[in-house]
Protein backbone atom coordinates (compact mmCIF):
# COMPACT_ATOMS: atom_id res chain seq x y z
CA UNK A 1 0.00 0.00 0.00
CA UNK A 2 1.40 3.09 -0.80
CA UNK A 3 1.71 6.47 1.08
CA UNK A 4 -1.13 8.95 0.33
CA UNK A 5 0.34 12.09 0.03
CA UNK A 6 -1.63 15.93 -0.13
CA UNK A 7 -0.23 19.01 -1.55
CA UNK A 8 -1.46 22.03 0.10
CA UNK A 9 -0.94 24.95 -2.13
CA UNK A 10 0.44 24.84 -5.40
CA UNK A 11 2.89 27.01 -6.51
CA UNK A 12 6.79 26.22 -7.34
CA UNK A 13 6.70 24.10 -3.95
CA UNK A 14 3.74 22.15 -4.63
CA UNK A 15 4.62 21.59 -8.08
CA UNK A 16 8.06 20.28 -7.02
CA UNK A 17 6.02 18.13 -4.53
CA UNK A 18 4.17 16.86 -7.30
CA UNK A 19 7.01 15.73 -9.19
CA UNK A 20 9.08 14.37 -6.46
CA UNK A 21 6.21 11.98 -5.60
CA UNK A 22 6.34 10.48 -9.20
CA UNK A 23 9.97 9.42 -8.17
CA UNK A 24 9.12 7.29 -5.19
CA UNK A 25 7.23 4.22 -6.08
CA UNK A 26 5.70 3.85 -2.76
CA UNK A 27 4.29 7.25 -2.65
CA UNK A 28 0.82 8.44 -4.34
CA UNK A 29 -0.48 11.89 -4.81
CA UNK A 30 -4.19 12.00 -2.93
CA UNK A 31 -5.31 15.28 -3.81
CA UNK A 32 -3.99 19.03 -4.47
CA UNK A 33 -6.15 22.03 -2.32
CA UNK A 34 -5.76 25.12 -3.14
CA UNK A 35 -7.00 28.75 -2.45
CA UNK A 36 -7.83 29.15 -5.90
CA UNK A 37 -10.74 28.22 -7.83
CA UNK A 38 -10.22 24.16 -8.73
CA UNK A 39 -11.41 24.63 -11.39
CA UNK A 40 -8.72 26.95 -12.63
CA UNK A 41 -5.23 25.08 -11.70
CA UNK A 42 -4.10 22.72 -13.79
CA UNK A 43 -1.91 20.00 -12.10
CA UNK A 44 0.22 17.93 -14.22
CA UNK A 45 -0.62 14.45 -12.66
CA UNK A 46 -3.85 12.73 -14.60
CA UNK A 47 -6.80 11.62 -12.43
CA UNK A 48 -5.86 13.56 -9.27
CA UNK A 49 -8.13 15.95 -7.72
CA UNK A 50 -7.97 19.62 -6.90
CA UNK A 51 -10.26 20.48 -4.03
CA UNK A 52 -10.52 23.98 -2.19
CA UNK A 53 -8.75 24.47 1.34
CA UNK A 54 -11.74 24.52 2.89
CA UNK A 55 -12.87 21.27 1.85
CA UNK A 56 -9.51 19.63 2.93
CA UNK A 57 -10.79 18.50 6.40
CA UNK A 58 -13.02 15.88 4.15
CA UNK A 59 -9.85 14.41 3.43
CA UNK A 60 -8.50 13.75 6.79
CA UNK A 61 -8.67 9.74 6.65
CA UNK A 62 -7.80 10.04 2.85
CA UNK A 63 -4.76 11.01 3.35
CA UNK A 64 -1.31 10.00 5.05
CA UNK A 65 0.83 13.25 4.73
CA UNK A 66 -0.60 16.85 4.23
CA UNK A 67 2.83 18.52 2.61
CA UNK A 68 2.17 22.27 3.18
CA UNK A 69 3.32 24.22 0.57
CA UNK A 70 2.91 27.94 1.44
CA UNK A 71 5.30 30.73 2.37
CA UNK A 72 6.81 30.82 5.82
CA UNK A 73 5.66 35.05 6.20
CA UNK A 74 2.08 34.59 7.04
CA UNK A 75 0.98 30.98 5.49
CA UNK A 76 2.48 28.53 7.61
CA UNK A 77 2.50 29.88 11.20
CA UNK A 78 -1.45 29.51 11.01
CA UNK A 79 -1.29 26.40 8.54
CA UNK A 80 0.69 24.14 9.81
CA UNK A 81 -0.53 24.12 13.62
CA UNK A 82 -4.17 24.17 11.79
CA UNK A 83 -3.53 21.18 9.83
CA UNK A 84 -1.32 19.22 12.42
CA UNK A 85 -4.44 18.27 14.14
CA UNK A 86 -5.87 16.39 11.46
CA UNK A 87 -2.71 15.75 9.27
CA UNK A 88 0.33 14.46 9.55
CA UNK A 89 1.93 17.37 8.25
CA UNK A 90 5.68 18.41 6.26
CA UNK A 91 6.59 21.95 5.83
CA UNK A 92 9.72 24.20 4.77
CA UNK A 93 9.25 26.96 7.53
CA UNK A 94 12.68 28.80 6.95
CA UNK A 95 12.01 31.74 9.22
CA UNK A 96 15.12 31.00 11.29
CA UNK A 97 14.24 33.43 14.56
CA UNK A 98 10.39 32.15 14.41
CA UNK A 99 11.43 28.28 14.69
CA UNK A 100 10.97 27.96 18.55
CA UNK A 101 7.83 29.78 18.57
CA UNK A 102 6.26 27.44 15.36
CA UNK A 103 7.95 24.51 17.18
CA UNK A 104 5.90 24.99 20.08
CA UNK A 105 2.47 25.85 18.20
CA UNK A 106 3.03 22.95 16.20
CA UNK A 107 3.52 20.32 18.85
CA UNK A 108 0.26 21.35 21.01
CA UNK A 109 -1.55 20.64 18.04
CA UNK A 110 0.03 17.66 16.70
CA UNK A 111 -0.48 16.19 19.97
CA UNK A 112 -3.90 16.85 19.98
CA UNK A 113 -4.49 15.55 17.18
CA UNK A 114 -2.15 12.90 17.89
CA UNK A 115 -0.13 13.68 14.94
CA UNK A 116 3.35 13.56 13.80
CA UNK A 117 4.43 17.60 12.27
CA UNK A 118 7.97 18.04 10.87
CA UNK A 119 8.92 21.72 9.97
CA UNK A 120 11.63 23.36 8.81
CA UNK A 121 12.07 21.06 6.36
CA UNK A 122 14.79 21.46 3.03
CA UNK A 123 17.56 22.31 2.64
CA UNK A 124 18.63 25.21 4.69
CA UNK A 125 17.03 24.99 7.22
CA UNK A 126 17.02 21.55 6.34
CA UNK A 127 20.22 19.50 5.04
CA UNK A 128 22.76 22.63 5.86
CA UNK A 129 21.31 22.37 9.41
CA UNK A 130 21.56 18.52 9.96
CA UNK A 131 25.47 18.62 8.37
CA UNK A 132 25.69 21.65 11.47
CA UNK A 133 24.96 19.71 13.83
CA UNK A 134 26.65 15.98 12.27
CA UNK A 135 29.75 18.51 12.24
CA UNK A 136 29.67 20.37 15.69
CA UNK A 137 29.43 16.73 17.24
CA UNK A 138 31.93 15.37 16.13
CA UNK A 139 34.28 18.13 15.95
CA UNK A 140 33.60 19.97 19.16
CA UNK A 141 36.39 22.39 18.81
CA UNK A 142 35.78 24.31 15.56
CA UNK A 143 34.50 26.97 13.93
CA UNK A 144 31.49 26.97 10.96
CA UNK A 145 31.14 28.36 8.24
CA UNK A 146 27.60 28.54 5.53
CA UNK A 147 27.96 30.37 2.22
CA UNK A 148 25.27 30.45 -0.22
CA UNK A 149 24.98 30.37 -3.57
CA UNK A 150 25.31 30.84 -6.53
CA UNK A 151 22.01 31.02 -6.71
CA UNK A 152 18.76 33.02 -7.43
CA UNK A 153 17.57 35.14 -3.93
CA UNK A 154 14.02 35.89 -4.70
CA UNK A 155 13.82 38.83 -1.41
CA UNK A 156 16.49 40.19 -3.15
CA UNK A 157 15.11 40.31 -6.60
CA UNK A 158 11.89 41.62 -4.78
CA UNK A 159 13.94 44.22 -3.75
CA UNK A 160 15.20 45.52 -6.68
CA UNK A 161 12.02 45.52 -9.03
CA UNK A 162 10.68 47.47 -6.21
CA UNK A 163 13.53 50.37 -7.33
CA UNK A 164 11.51 53.30 -9.44
CA UNK A 165 12.48 52.52 -13.02
CA UNK A 166 13.05 48.47 -12.40
CA UNK A 167 10.69 46.61 -14.36
CA UNK A 168 12.14 43.44 -14.38
CA UNK A 169 15.04 42.13 -12.21
CA UNK A 170 17.27 38.93 -11.54
CA UNK A 171 19.62 38.47 -8.26
CA UNK A 172 22.12 36.23 -7.77
CA UNK A 173 24.36 35.34 -4.30
CA UNK A 174 27.77 34.16 -5.27
CA UNK A 175 29.96 33.11 -2.37
CA UNK A 176 33.19 34.39 -2.21
CA UNK A 177 35.75 31.60 -3.97
CA UNK A 178 38.74 32.70 -2.40
CA UNK A 179 37.27 32.91 1.25
CA UNK A 180 36.23 29.95 0.42
CA UNK A 181 39.62 28.82 -0.18
CA UNK A 182 40.97 29.98 3.24
CA UNK A 183 37.98 28.24 4.95
CA UNK A 184 39.52 24.56 3.50
CA UNK A 185 42.73 25.63 3.79
CA UNK A 186 41.91 25.44 7.55
CA UNK A 187 43.31 29.25 8.03
CA UNK A 188 40.25 29.46 10.10
CA UNK A 189 39.51 33.24 9.16
CA UNK A 190 37.28 35.72 10.51
CA UNK A 191 35.20 36.88 7.53
CA UNK A 192 32.48 39.89 7.27
CA UNK A 193 29.40 39.98 4.76
CA UNK A 194 31.37 41.54 2.49
CA UNK A 195 33.83 38.98 2.34
CA UNK A 196 31.80 36.01 2.21
CA UNK A 197 29.40 36.55 -1.20
CA UNK A 198 28.76 39.25 -3.77
CA UNK A 199 25.55 40.11 -4.91
CA UNK A 200 25.05 40.16 -9.42
CA UNK A 201 22.20 41.66 -10.12
CA UNK A 202 20.09 41.67 -13.91
CA UNK A 203 17.74 44.40 -14.36
CA UNK A 204 15.79 45.55 -17.30
CA UNK A 205 14.93 48.99 -16.96
CA UNK A 206 11.55 50.88 -17.34
CA UNK A 207 11.59 52.83 -20.60
CA UNK A 208 13.31 56.57 -20.01
CA UNK A 209 14.46 55.16 -16.57
CA UNK A 210 17.78 56.84 -15.57
CA UNK A 211 20.20 53.92 -15.04
CA UNK A 212 22.86 55.48 -13.20
CA UNK A 213 20.43 56.39 -10.31
CA UNK A 214 18.82 52.86 -10.04
CA UNK A 215 22.29 51.33 -10.07
CA UNK A 216 22.94 54.09 -7.48
CA UNK A 217 19.86 52.89 -5.58
CA UNK A 218 20.51 49.35 -5.57
CA UNK A 219 24.05 49.70 -4.43
CA UNK A 220 22.98 51.25 -1.57
CA UNK A 221 20.33 49.73 -0.22
CA UNK A 222 20.72 49.09 3.11
CA UNK A 223 19.99 45.55 4.52
CA UNK A 224 19.99 44.29 0.80
CA UNK A 225 23.32 45.40 -1.10
CA UNK A 226 24.86 48.27 0.87
CA UNK A 227 27.07 45.31 2.96
CA UNK A 228 28.59 43.65 -0.07
CA UNK A 229 29.97 44.17 -3.08
CA UNK A 230 27.31 44.17 -6.05
CA UNK A 231 27.56 44.32 -9.53
CA UNK A 232 24.63 45.62 -11.75
CA UNK A 233 23.88 44.62 -15.37
CA UNK A 234 21.03 46.01 -17.51
CA UNK A 235 19.74 43.75 -19.75
CA UNK A 236 16.74 43.72 -22.33
CA UNK A 237 13.32 41.96 -20.87
CA UNK A 238 14.22 39.16 -23.18
CA UNK A 239 17.74 38.57 -22.69
CA UNK A 240 16.60 38.02 -18.87
CA UNK A 241 13.73 35.42 -20.03
CA UNK A 242 16.07 33.70 -21.93
CA UNK A 243 19.03 33.48 -19.73
CA UNK A 244 17.61 34.35 -16.00
CA UNK A 245 14.34 32.06 -16.11
CA UNK A 246 15.89 29.44 -14.06
CA UNK A 247 15.71 28.97 -10.02
CA UNK A 248 19.31 27.73 -9.29
CA UNK A 249 20.31 27.77 -5.99
CA UNK A 250 23.32 25.71 -3.30
CA UNK A 251 25.79 26.98 -0.97
CA UNK A 252 28.19 25.41 1.53
CA UNK A 253 28.33 23.82 4.83
CA UNK A 254 31.56 24.17 6.36
CA UNK A 255 33.00 23.35 9.89
CA UNK A 256 37.00 23.71 10.36
CA UNK A 257 37.88 21.85 13.80
CA UNK A 258 40.89 20.33 15.41
CA UNK A 259 41.56 17.16 17.27
CA UNK A 260 44.99 15.40 19.47
CA UNK A 261 46.05 16.07 23.02
CA UNK A 262 47.71 19.07 21.68
CA UNK A 263 45.09 20.36 19.64
CA UNK A 264 47.58 19.39 16.86
CA UNK A 265 45.59 17.88 13.92
CA UNK A 266 43.31 20.07 11.92
CA UNK A 267 40.01 18.84 9.87
CA UNK A 268 37.54 19.63 7.35
CA UNK A 269 34.08 18.72 7.18
CA UNK A 270 31.99 20.26 4.01
CA UNK A 271 28.87 19.74 2.03
CA UNK A 272 27.82 21.43 -0.57
CA UNK A 273 24.61 21.64 -2.99
CA UNK A 274 24.04 22.53 -6.29
CA UNK A 275 20.95 22.80 -7.33
CA UNK A 276 19.25 23.71 -10.52
CA UNK A 277 15.88 24.72 -9.13
CA UNK A 278 15.87 25.43 -5.58
CA UNK A 279 11.96 24.60 -5.04
CA UNK A 280 12.52 21.14 -7.02
CA UNK A 281 15.39 20.23 -4.44
CA UNK A 282 13.29 21.45 -1.55
CA UNK A 283 10.34 19.53 -2.39
CA UNK A 284 12.39 16.29 -2.96
CA UNK A 285 13.17 16.58 0.89
CA UNK A 286 10.05 17.53 2.01
CA UNK A 287 8.70 14.44 0.29
CA UNK A 288 11.63 12.18 1.86
CA UNK A 289 10.75 13.10 5.28
CA UNK A 290 6.92 12.94 4.45
CA UNK A 291 8.13 9.33 4.14
CA UNK A 292 9.57 9.30 7.70
CA UNK A 293 6.25 11.36 9.23
CA UNK A 294 4.46 8.29 8.05
CA UNK A 295 6.23 5.80 9.35
CA UNK A 296 6.88 7.82 13.01
CA UNK A 297 2.78 7.78 12.93
CA UNK A 298 2.58 4.50 12.41
CA UNK A 299 4.37 3.43 15.42
CA UNK A 300 1.87 5.91 17.38
CA UNK A 301 4.57 9.00 17.81
CA UNK A 302 2.78 12.34 18.15
CA UNK A 303 4.63 15.47 18.49
CA UNK A 304 6.51 18.40 16.12
CA UNK A 305 9.70 17.22 14.99
CA UNK A 306 12.87 18.71 12.77
CA UNK A 307 15.35 17.11 10.83
CA UNK A 308 17.53 16.62 13.97
CA UNK A 309 14.71 14.43 15.72
CA UNK A 310 14.55 12.16 12.73
CA UNK A 311 16.84 8.60 12.32
CA UNK A 312 18.38 8.84 8.77
CA UNK A 313 16.40 4.59 7.79
CA UNK A 314 12.89 6.72 8.33
CA UNK A 315 13.50 8.53 5.00
CA UNK A 316 14.61 5.68 3.02
CA UNK A 317 12.22 3.11 1.34
CA UNK A 318 14.43 0.31 1.67
CA UNK A 319 14.60 -1.65 4.69
CA UNK A 320 17.28 -1.79 7.46
CA UNK A 321 18.83 -4.83 6.33
CA UNK A 322 18.94 -3.32 2.17
CA UNK A 323 20.41 -0.21 3.76
CA UNK A 324 22.88 -1.83 5.82
CA UNK A 325 24.10 -4.29 2.82
CA UNK A 326 23.80 -1.71 0.34
CA UNK A 327 24.67 2.02 1.75
CA UNK A 328 26.65 1.57 4.93
CA UNK B 1 26.41 13.62 35.99
CA UNK B 2 29.30 12.80 33.09
CA UNK B 3 29.02 9.50 30.84
CA UNK B 4 31.58 7.50 31.68
CA UNK B 5 33.60 6.04 28.74
CA UNK B 6 35.78 2.58 28.29
CA UNK B 7 38.45 2.33 25.76
CA UNK B 8 39.07 -1.11 24.75
CA UNK B 9 42.44 -1.33 23.04
CA UNK B 10 44.69 1.07 23.22
CA UNK B 11 46.06 2.34 19.79
CA UNK B 12 46.43 5.36 17.70
CA UNK B 13 42.42 4.19 17.11
CA UNK B 14 42.66 4.17 21.39
CA UNK B 15 44.72 7.62 21.66
CA UNK B 16 42.33 9.27 19.66
CA UNK B 17 38.99 8.58 21.66
CA UNK B 18 40.93 9.09 24.76
CA UNK B 19 41.54 12.89 23.16
CA UNK B 20 38.13 13.29 21.66
CA UNK B 21 36.63 12.57 25.19
CA UNK B 22 39.10 15.49 26.30
CA UNK B 23 36.64 17.70 23.86
CA UNK B 24 33.67 16.58 25.59
CA UNK B 25 32.93 18.36 28.94
CA UNK B 26 29.10 15.81 29.45
CA UNK B 27 31.99 12.85 29.51
CA UNK B 28 35.13 11.40 31.32
CA UNK B 29 37.40 8.64 30.39
CA UNK B 30 36.72 5.62 33.38
CA UNK B 31 39.51 3.27 32.01
CA UNK B 32 41.33 1.72 29.52
CA UNK B 33 41.10 -1.88 29.10
CA UNK B 34 44.49 -3.76 27.06
CA UNK B 35 45.63 -6.83 25.89
CA UNK B 36 49.05 -5.69 27.26
CA UNK B 37 50.43 -6.15 30.45
CA UNK B 38 48.98 -3.05 32.00
CA UNK B 39 52.03 -1.23 33.75
CA UNK B 40 53.49 -1.17 30.12
CA UNK B 41 51.23 0.76 29.28
CA UNK B 42 51.11 4.73 29.66
CA UNK B 43 47.98 6.56 28.52
CA UNK B 44 47.82 9.81 28.36
CA UNK B 45 45.15 11.13 31.17
CA UNK B 46 46.22 11.49 34.84
CA UNK B 47 44.52 9.42 36.78
CA UNK B 48 42.79 6.80 35.01
CA UNK B 49 43.42 3.50 35.55
CA UNK B 50 45.09 0.56 32.76
CA UNK B 51 43.05 -2.81 33.21
CA UNK B 52 43.41 -6.14 31.45
CA UNK B 53 40.60 -6.71 28.92
CA UNK B 54 40.03 -10.08 30.87
CA UNK B 55 39.23 -7.68 33.78
CA UNK B 56 36.34 -5.55 32.45
CA UNK B 57 33.46 -7.36 33.71
CA UNK B 58 34.12 -5.71 36.84
CA UNK B 59 33.54 -2.87 35.11
CA UNK B 60 29.86 -3.59 34.37
CA UNK B 61 28.51 -0.82 36.67
CA UNK B 62 31.21 1.89 36.43
CA UNK B 63 30.87 2.66 32.66
CA UNK B 64 28.10 3.48 30.54
CA UNK B 65 29.69 2.94 27.11
CA UNK B 66 32.61 0.95 26.11
CA UNK B 67 34.29 2.10 23.13
CA UNK B 68 35.83 -1.03 21.30
CA UNK B 69 39.48 0.04 19.57
CA UNK B 70 40.47 -2.83 18.32
CA UNK B 71 40.80 -4.25 14.34
CA UNK B 72 37.98 -5.10 12.09
CA UNK B 73 39.63 -8.55 11.23
CA UNK B 74 39.82 -10.45 14.01
CA UNK B 75 39.00 -8.32 16.77
CA UNK B 76 35.62 -7.00 16.71
CA UNK B 77 34.04 -9.80 15.37
CA UNK B 78 34.43 -11.34 18.66
CA UNK B 79 34.30 -8.74 21.23
CA UNK B 80 31.84 -6.60 19.79
CA UNK B 81 28.70 -9.62 20.49
CA UNK B 82 30.87 -10.28 23.77
CA UNK B 83 30.68 -6.78 24.87
CA UNK B 84 27.34 -5.95 24.06
CA UNK B 85 26.05 -8.24 26.64
CA UNK B 86 27.30 -6.52 29.71
CA UNK B 87 28.12 -2.58 28.11
CA UNK B 88 26.67 -0.52 25.73
CA UNK B 89 29.19 -0.49 23.05
CA UNK B 90 30.52 1.14 19.75
CA UNK B 91 32.89 -0.43 17.21
CA UNK B 92 34.09 0.98 13.85
CA UNK B 93 33.54 -2.29 12.40
CA UNK B 94 34.51 -1.84 8.49
CA UNK B 95 34.52 -4.96 6.53
CA UNK B 96 31.32 -3.97 4.78
CA UNK B 97 31.03 -7.40 3.64
CA UNK B 98 30.53 -9.01 6.71
CA UNK B 99 28.57 -5.84 8.49
CA UNK B 100 25.09 -7.78 8.12
CA UNK B 101 26.36 -11.14 10.41
CA UNK B 102 28.12 -8.96 12.69
CA UNK B 103 25.08 -7.17 13.22
CA UNK B 104 23.22 -9.98 13.93
CA UNK B 105 25.54 -11.06 16.46
CA UNK B 106 25.93 -7.89 18.29
CA UNK B 107 21.65 -7.29 18.13
CA UNK B 108 21.31 -10.92 19.57
CA UNK B 109 24.39 -9.97 22.55
CA UNK B 110 22.43 -6.65 22.87
CA UNK B 111 19.38 -7.95 23.67
CA UNK B 112 20.16 -10.52 25.65
CA UNK B 113 21.97 -7.82 27.79
CA UNK B 114 19.57 -5.14 27.78
CA UNK B 115 22.23 -2.79 25.83
CA UNK B 116 22.71 -0.86 23.08
CA UNK B 117 25.45 -1.72 20.53
CA UNK B 118 26.23 1.11 17.96
CA UNK B 119 28.44 -1.11 14.76
CA UNK B 120 30.24 0.27 11.93
CA UNK B 121 30.55 4.08 13.19
CA UNK B 122 33.76 6.08 11.38
CA UNK B 123 33.45 7.78 8.39
CA UNK B 124 33.46 5.10 6.15
CA UNK B 125 31.45 3.26 6.78
CA UNK B 126 29.91 6.41 8.93
CA UNK B 127 29.48 9.58 7.94
CA UNK B 128 30.15 8.46 3.89
CA UNK B 129 27.32 5.83 4.46
CA UNK B 130 25.03 8.74 6.20
CA UNK B 131 25.73 10.74 3.33
CA UNK B 132 24.98 8.24 0.89
CA UNK B 133 21.67 7.23 1.83
CA UNK B 134 20.11 11.01 2.43
CA UNK B 135 21.19 11.95 -0.71
CA UNK B 136 19.99 8.77 -1.78
CA UNK B 137 16.53 9.18 -0.06
CA UNK B 138 16.78 13.18 -1.55
CA UNK B 139 17.08 12.56 -5.31
CA UNK B 140 15.82 8.76 -5.76
CA UNK B 141 16.87 9.10 -9.25
CA UNK B 142 21.07 9.73 -9.57
CA UNK B 143 23.89 8.10 -9.39
CA UNK B 144 26.61 7.62 -6.41
CA UNK B 145 30.41 8.32 -6.63
CA UNK B 146 33.01 8.20 -3.72
CA UNK B 147 36.44 8.82 -4.13
CA UNK B 148 38.96 8.51 -1.55
CA UNK B 149 42.24 10.61 -0.55
CA UNK B 150 44.28 11.89 -0.28
CA UNK B 151 44.75 9.47 2.24
CA UNK B 152 47.29 7.23 3.32
CA UNK B 153 45.86 3.49 2.72
CA UNK B 154 47.99 1.24 5.53
CA UNK B 155 46.92 -2.36 3.75
CA UNK B 156 48.26 -0.60 0.38
CA UNK B 157 51.46 0.44 2.43
CA UNK B 158 51.43 -2.75 3.94
CA UNK B 159 51.52 -4.82 0.72
CA UNK B 160 54.40 -2.60 -0.51
CA UNK B 161 56.83 -3.35 2.99
CA UNK B 162 56.32 -7.43 1.69
CA UNK B 163 57.98 -6.59 -1.34
CA UNK B 164 61.54 -7.99 -1.43
CA UNK B 165 64.10 -5.07 -1.47
CA UNK B 166 61.72 -3.11 1.00
CA UNK B 167 62.52 -1.18 4.20
CA UNK B 168 60.07 0.80 4.05
CA UNK B 169 56.89 2.51 2.69
CA UNK B 170 53.59 4.48 2.29
CA UNK B 171 51.36 4.70 0.22
CA UNK B 172 48.82 7.44 -0.83
CA UNK B 173 45.27 7.05 -2.71
CA UNK B 174 44.67 10.21 -4.39
CA UNK B 175 41.69 10.85 -6.29
CA UNK B 176 41.41 11.98 -10.03
CA UNK B 177 40.80 15.66 -10.20
CA UNK B 178 39.44 15.66 -13.77
CA UNK B 179 36.82 12.62 -12.67
CA UNK B 180 35.34 14.37 -9.61
CA UNK B 181 35.06 17.55 -11.83
CA UNK B 182 32.76 15.04 -14.78
CA UNK B 183 31.02 14.53 -11.36
CA UNK B 184 30.17 18.23 -9.98
CA UNK B 185 29.32 19.09 -13.89
CA UNK B 186 26.35 16.77 -13.94
CA UNK B 187 28.07 14.72 -16.57
CA UNK B 188 27.33 11.67 -14.81
CA UNK B 189 30.57 9.67 -16.24
CA UNK B 190 31.13 5.83 -15.92
CA UNK B 191 34.65 5.90 -14.17
CA UNK B 192 36.89 2.82 -14.14
CA UNK B 193 39.08 1.94 -11.09
CA UNK B 194 42.05 3.90 -12.94
CA UNK B 195 39.86 6.73 -13.90
CA UNK B 196 38.55 7.35 -10.32
CA UNK B 197 42.37 7.23 -8.35
CA UNK B 198 45.85 7.24 -8.90
CA UNK B 199 48.24 5.24 -6.57
CA UNK B 200 51.44 7.28 -4.78
CA UNK B 201 54.26 5.13 -3.39
CA UNK B 202 57.27 6.73 -1.04
CA UNK B 203 59.65 3.60 -0.76
CA UNK B 204 62.95 3.24 1.58
CA UNK B 205 64.75 0.29 -0.73
CA UNK B 206 66.79 -2.31 1.67
CA UNK B 207 70.91 -1.53 1.10
CA UNK B 208 71.95 -3.08 -2.23
CA UNK B 209 68.35 -3.99 -3.58
CA UNK B 210 67.03 -3.59 -7.35
CA UNK B 211 64.96 0.02 -7.44
CA UNK B 212 63.71 -1.08 -10.88
CA UNK B 213 62.45 -5.09 -10.18
CA UNK B 214 61.09 -3.48 -6.75
CA UNK B 215 59.03 -0.78 -9.05
CA UNK B 216 57.79 -3.72 -11.13
CA UNK B 217 56.33 -5.34 -8.51
CA UNK B 218 55.12 -2.75 -6.94
CA UNK B 219 53.14 -1.64 -10.03
CA UNK B 220 52.34 -4.78 -11.56
CA UNK B 221 51.01 -6.23 -8.25
CA UNK B 222 47.38 -7.66 -8.94
CA UNK B 223 43.99 -6.41 -6.65
CA UNK B 224 46.44 -3.40 -4.62
CA UNK B 225 48.22 -1.92 -8.06
CA UNK B 226 47.47 -3.34 -11.44
CA UNK B 227 44.34 -1.65 -11.72
CA UNK B 228 45.61 2.09 -11.37
CA UNK B 229 48.38 4.28 -12.28
CA UNK B 230 50.85 4.51 -9.48
CA UNK B 231 53.81 6.53 -9.29
CA UNK B 232 56.74 5.37 -7.18
CA UNK B 233 59.50 7.57 -5.50
CA UNK B 234 62.84 6.18 -4.01
CA UNK B 235 63.53 8.29 -0.80
CA UNK B 236 65.52 8.05 2.07
CA UNK B 237 64.36 6.75 5.41
CA UNK B 238 65.00 10.30 7.16
CA UNK B 239 63.24 11.62 4.53
CA UNK B 240 59.94 9.26 5.24
CA UNK B 241 59.76 9.96 8.84
CA UNK B 242 59.86 13.35 8.37
CA UNK B 243 57.54 14.04 5.71
CA UNK B 244 55.08 10.63 5.82
CA UNK B 245 54.65 10.08 9.31
CA UNK B 246 51.28 11.22 9.43
CA UNK B 247 47.82 9.54 8.81
CA UNK B 248 46.00 11.65 6.57
CA UNK B 249 42.94 11.09 4.84
CA UNK B 250 39.35 11.88 3.50
CA UNK B 251 37.63 11.49 0.23
CA UNK B 252 34.33 12.59 -0.80
CA UNK B 253 30.58 11.87 -1.71
CA UNK B 254 28.65 12.45 -4.32
CA UNK B 255 25.71 12.43 -5.60
CA UNK B 256 24.16 13.74 -9.19
CA UNK B 257 20.19 13.40 -9.57
CA UNK B 258 17.81 14.49 -11.58
CA UNK B 259 14.17 16.09 -10.63
CA UNK B 260 11.24 17.97 -12.73
CA UNK B 261 8.51 16.45 -14.41
CA UNK B 262 10.87 15.78 -17.70
CA UNK B 263 13.94 15.10 -15.32
CA UNK B 264 14.75 18.62 -16.85
CA UNK B 265 16.86 19.53 -13.62
CA UNK B 266 20.45 18.53 -12.09
CA UNK B 267 21.63 18.67 -8.94
CA UNK B 268 24.55 17.83 -6.74
CA UNK B 269 25.29 16.81 -3.37
CA UNK B 270 28.63 17.05 -2.02
CA UNK B 271 29.94 15.72 1.01
CA UNK B 272 33.88 15.98 1.66
CA UNK B 273 36.36 15.67 4.64
CA UNK B 274 39.81 16.40 4.70
CA UNK B 275 41.33 14.89 7.80
CA UNK B 276 44.74 15.25 9.32
CA UNK B 277 44.31 11.80 11.09
CA UNK B 278 42.46 9.47 9.99
CA UNK B 279 42.70 7.84 13.16
CA UNK B 280 41.40 10.47 15.61
CA UNK B 281 38.90 11.91 12.93
CA UNK B 282 37.55 7.87 13.46
CA UNK B 283 37.71 8.64 17.49
CA UNK B 284 35.69 11.65 17.71
CA UNK B 285 32.66 9.64 15.69
CA UNK B 286 32.94 6.95 17.79
CA UNK B 287 32.67 9.31 21.11
CA UNK B 288 29.93 11.61 19.35
CA UNK B 289 27.71 8.16 19.03
CA UNK B 290 28.80 6.91 22.46
CA UNK B 291 26.59 9.95 23.80
CA UNK B 292 23.44 8.61 21.77
CA UNK B 293 24.30 5.12 22.88
CA UNK B 294 24.07 6.27 26.64
CA UNK B 295 21.07 8.01 25.81
CA UNK B 296 19.02 5.67 24.07
CA UNK B 297 20.02 3.15 26.84
CA UNK B 298 18.71 5.54 29.55
CA UNK B 299 15.40 5.45 27.24
CA UNK B 300 15.45 1.63 27.73
CA UNK B 301 16.36 0.83 24.36
CA UNK B 302 18.38 -2.02 23.39
CA UNK B 303 19.87 -4.12 20.53
CA UNK B 304 22.47 -3.08 17.50
CA UNK B 305 21.74 0.05 15.75
CA UNK B 306 23.92 1.67 12.97
CA UNK B 307 24.04 4.99 12.19
CA UNK B 308 21.38 5.03 10.16
CA UNK B 309 19.08 4.63 13.18
CA UNK B 310 20.26 7.48 15.03
CA UNK B 311 18.24 10.66 15.03
CA UNK B 312 20.82 13.43 14.51
CA UNK B 313 20.50 15.38 18.35
CA UNK B 314 21.21 12.34 19.65
CA UNK B 315 25.34 12.85 19.13
CA UNK B 316 25.27 16.51 20.69
CA UNK B 317 25.60 17.64 24.40
CA UNK B 318 22.74 20.36 23.61
CA UNK B 319 19.17 20.35 24.12
CA UNK B 320 16.61 19.82 21.40
CA UNK B 321 15.76 23.34 21.97
CA UNK B 322 19.09 24.41 21.84
CA UNK B 323 19.70 22.41 18.67
CA UNK B 324 16.49 24.38 17.35
CA UNK B 325 17.33 27.82 18.37
CA UNK B 326 21.11 27.75 17.20
CA UNK B 327 21.80 25.29 14.17
CA UNK B 328 18.19 24.80 12.55
Given at each position: MSIRIGILGYGNLGRGVECAIRQNSDMQLAAVFTRRAPESVKILTEGVPVCRIDDAAEWKDKIDVMILCGGSATDLPEQTPKFAEMFNVIDSFDTHARIPEHFANVDAAAKKGGRVGIISVGWDPGMFSLNRLYANAILPEGKDYTFWGKGVSQGHSDAIR??????DAKQYTIPVESALDAVRNGENPELTTREKHTRECFVVLEEGADAAKVEEEIKTM??????YDTTVHFISEEELKEKHSGIPHGGFVLRSGKTGWEKENSHLIEYRLKLDSNPEFTSSVLVAYARAAFRLASEGVSGCKTVFDIAPAYLSAKSGEELRSSML
Open positions: RVEGVKPNYFSD
